[in-house]
């Protein structure tokens, strides 16, 4: 277990989905789990740049602070096996493609752009793979010369064995295998010197000493070329595990059609990071059939390569939900307060700290998400809410005794100017139908109408005392106009 190193390595091209961070958040977890030694390492993968973003890096820095998952080595921490940044490497990839072609395992090829789509439109008319098909491996030392006299662009290919087959032990399915001649000649470095995934993943990965990798199903095809890099270049190869995808509920891979698929679109809609890491950690591992509540201490104490499962994990937003309501009543008041926050101010809701924490106890337990706070408590804020006056009439009541109940609601509320005792006024509201021959629900529903502009809301008697006595009173009056008028 010493010297344990697992690389998060993402490309900037927007904010990583969370089947990308679910396979970070593992590395994490290995990480830690084994110690002090083991290190967990951002690598950036911006060799493709034509796909990045412009604030692509920021994006994946931003995801992982949401949930904690501190590295130890990167782009803006440094450390020793730095650049952490694939497009600061170039000269080192150039040099190993260098040293495959002198080997023998790897080639020039010379084939346009042209060429190479007419070959791809013959194979696919022929209903055959698209592969490449050899035609600069096989070109004599005369006529490689006279392409390097032309100054004709060039990309460098792995030579892959014609014959035999490719084997990797694979941590999470077991052995990988396939015969080699169904493995194309990939590319490795493109005509601009920037090297493929292929090639930069392995020399960094050996270089930088990472001891365990990690990564979705969609890269199982690709590792025959990778472990044909690894002996081409004679390095040991590290142990591999290619982790299930995340499906939705209708068991096809997540993606935007299943709704949120990046972490930082759930931050903004109201989920806390203690929810998202014990869900993100249970989509795919699992410690028995019992324990579904982990602290991230519990995690990394537990965490085990051999409990991550083979099949695919499905993305269960009702699970998710009632984990992020459990972790919100988990809070202290004056967390939910703080965490409640941003939310007040992305709607423009002039909340101060004193009011939020005065909220924050009756919402605690009527929130899966902190999004939702906003809607229930909007009405203590701004003008008088607007409302259908229907509503205020409840089940069995007429205009006239409506009325008559929030007469006698504003009656028992100008008792108690301060509102400080929220039982002795419930009590007394609660005798004042009792002597209209009304109902409490219909007693209440016309005083909660006038007061919040919704039928079900908070509970009320916190909700007026937070709303204070000259807004209640007020909307009272309103209310008792509008139905004056019915």
């Known amino acids: 277990m010493s010297n344990v190193r697992v690389r998060f390595a993402p490309s900037p091209t927007g904010a990583p989905h969370v089947g990308n961070i679910r396979t970070a958040l593992f590395g994490y977890l290995w990480a830690k789990h084994t110690g002090p030694s083991g290190k967990f390492i951002l690598r950036i993968e911006d060799t493709d740049q034509a796909?990045?973003?412009?604030?692509?890096?920021?994006?994946?820095?931003?995801?992982?602070?949401?949930?904690?998952?501190?590295?130890?080595?990167?782009?803006?921490?440094?450390?020793?096996?730095?650049?952490?940044?694939?497009?600061?490497?170039?000269?080192?990839?150039?040099?190993?493609?260098a040293q495959l072609i002198a080997q023998g395992d790897a080639y020039h090829c010379y084939c346009t752009a042209e060429r190479l789509e007419q070959m791809r439109a013959e194979q696919k008319a022929q209903g055959k793979p698209s592969r490449y098909?050899?035609?600069?491996?096989?070109l004599s030392a005369d006529e490689r010369a006279a392409h390097e006299r032309a100054g004709d662009a060039r990309v460098v290919r792995l030579a892959v064995p014609r014959d035999g087959v490719t084997t990797l032990p694979d941590f999470i399915h077991g052995d990988l295998t396939i015969a080699n001649k169904e493995v194309d000649d990939q590319v490795l470095l493109k005509s601009d010197g920037f090297p493929t995934y292929h090639l930069a993943v392995v020399v960094d990965d050996h270089l930088m000493q990472i001891s365990h990798v990690m990564r979705g199903d969609d890269w199982i095809p690709s590792f025959p070329k990778h472990v044909l890099l690894y002996r081409a270049f004679g390095w040991d190869i590290p142990p591999h595990g290619h982790l299930p995808n995340v499906l939705g509920p209708?068991?096809?891979?997540?993606?935007?059609?299943?709704?949120?698929?990046?972490?930082?679109?759930?931050?903004?809609?109201?989920?806390?990071?203690?929810?998202?890491?014990?869900?993100?950690?249970?989509?795919?591992?699992?410690?028995?059939?019992?324990?579904?509540?982990?602290?991230?201490?519990?995690?990394?104490?537990v965490f085990a390569l051999d409990k991550i499962e083979h099949a695919p994990a499905t993305f269960d937003h009702a699970k998710l939900d009632w984990l992020n309501g459990?972790?919100?009543?988990?809070?202290?008041?004056?967390?939910?307060?703080?965490?409640?926050?941003?939310?007040?101010?992305?709607?423009?809701?002039?909340?101060?700290?004193?009011?939020?924490?005065?909220?924050?106890?009756?919402v605690q337990e009527r929130l899966k998400k902190?999004?939702?706070?906003?809607?229930?408590?909007?009405?203590?804020?701004?003008?008088?809410?607007?409302?259908?006056?229907?509503?205020?009439?409840?089940?069995?009541?007429?205009?006239?005794?409506?009325?008559?109940?929030?007469?006698?609601?504003?009656?028992?509320?100008?008792?108690?100017?301060?509102?400080?005792?929220?039982?002795?006024?419930?009590?007394?509201?609660?005798?004042?139908?009792?002597n209209l021959g009304q109902k409490n629900a219909q007693f209440f529903n016309a005083l909660r109408v006038a007061v919040t502009g919704k039928t079900v809301s908070l509970p009320l008697m916190g909700s007026i005392r937070l709303l204070g006595y000259e807004k209640t009173m007020r909307r009272i009056a309103r209310a008792m106009l509008l139905l004056d008028g019915k």
Not at 274 to 301: C, P, V, Y
Request: a negative charge; proline letters at 5%; aromatic letters at 10%.
């Open 51 to 97: 796909r990045e973003v412009e604030n692509g890096l920021e994006l994946i820095l931003e995801s992982l602070r949401f949930l904690g998952l501190t590295w130890d080595e990167g782009p803006d921490v440094g450390g020793a096996y730095g650049p952490y940044e694939q497009s600061k490497r170039l000269p080192l990839y150039q040099a190993h493609a």
């Open 250 to 301: 209708d068991k096809k891979k997540l993606s935007k059609r299943h709704g949120a698929t990046s972490v930082l679109q759930f931050r903004d809609d109201g989920y806390l990071p203690e929810a998202m890491f014990n869900f993100l950690a249970r989509l795919g591992w699992s410690l028995d059939d019992k324990n579904e509540l982990f602290t991230r201490e519990d995690l990394i104490q």
């Open 370 to 434: 902190l999004t939702e706070a906003v809607a229930q408590a909007d009405f203590l804020f701004g003008a008088d809410p607007e409302y259908d006056p229907q509503l205020l009439i409840g089940k069995g009541l007429d205009a006239a005794a409506a009325l008559a109940a929030l007469r006698a609601a504003a009656a028992t509320l100008e008792k108690y100017p301060a509102l400080a005792d929220e039982e002795k006024i419930e009590a007394e509201l609660r005798a004042a139908a009792l």
């Open 133 to 138: 098909d050899g035609a600069c491996r096989q």
């Open 326 to 362: 459990y972790y919100i009543r988990q809070l202290p008041a004056d967390e939910l307060a703080a965490r409640l926050t941003p939310f007040f101010e992305r709607a423009q809701l002039r909340a101060d700290a004193a009011t939020l924490r005065a909220l924050a106890p009756l």
